[in-house]
């Protein structure tokens, strides 16, 4: 498969192998649970939605969290991108005025 890379997250790797040929074909999608400037900034309602505690959750790197400024969601963004091949994105409509930022500094990239 073209777009392989042994060292993309192992979910992304486990669907690599599964699709194999395919696998540039396809589009990657990831849904954002909580957009703050940090773990203390999610709110304990999104443990709902992660099924767990979400600020512990936040805390240890959990993927549905984007946490930091609008550079630094954006630049965490774009790697993720560039390793992982992510190529949609959705954020819950309770985050999309922070989110709004990192709109703006992706728009072109």
Sequence with gaps: ?????????????????????????LELHVTFAVVADDA???????????????????????????LGSAGQIADRLLRRRDAL???????NGMFAERFAPVIARLRGR
């Excluded at 192992?10 to 395919?22: E, F, H, K, M, Q």
């Excluded at 091949?85 to 954020?91: L, R």
């Design 85 to 91: 091949g992510i190529s949609y994105i959705a954020v």
């Design 40 to 66: 203390a900034g999610v709110p304990q309602w999104a443990s709902r939605m992660v099924g767990g505690d979400p600020q512990a959750m936040a805390a240890a790197g959990g993927i549905a969290f984007l």
């Design 1 to 25: 498969m073209a777009g392989h890379d042994p060292h993309r997250a192992p979910t992304v790797a486990g669907l690599g192998a599964v699709a194999g040929s395919r696998y540039d074909a």
